[in-house]
């Protein structure tokens, strides 16, 4: 192949109630520009701010019930 590789397009998808999937050849940097080490090609970005592993999401979202619509979120029973 000659001229610019070809490559995959990057996918983000927001997950209901829970992070951004990111896929595809993307390279993260934290607030000051340095690059942040992904090991897989897929990564999961945390939306909910509750993560310890940010940016990435560790599954926090859930023991916070983090909602991503609009509905006010039901009291615990
Ligand atoms: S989105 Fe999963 S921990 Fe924040």
Same mark, same amino acid.
């Given at each position: 192949m000659t001229g610019a590789e070809h490559t995959a397009p990057v996918v983000i998808t927001p997950c209901e109630n829970g992070p951004i999937l990111v896929r595809g050849d993307v390279e993260l940097r934290d607030s000051a +520009? @340095? *690059? $942040? *080490? @992904? /090991? /897989?090609?897929? $990564?999961?970005? =945390? @939306? =909910? +701010?509750?993560?310890a592993l940010k940016p990435f999401c560790d599954g926090s979202h859930k023991a916070i019930g983090f909602r991503t619509d609009d509905e006010v979120p039901l009291p615990p029973r």
């Open positions: +520009g @340095r *690059p $942040v *080490p @992904r /090991r /897989r090609a897929t $990564v999961a970005l =945390c @939306r =909910c +701010g509750a993560s």
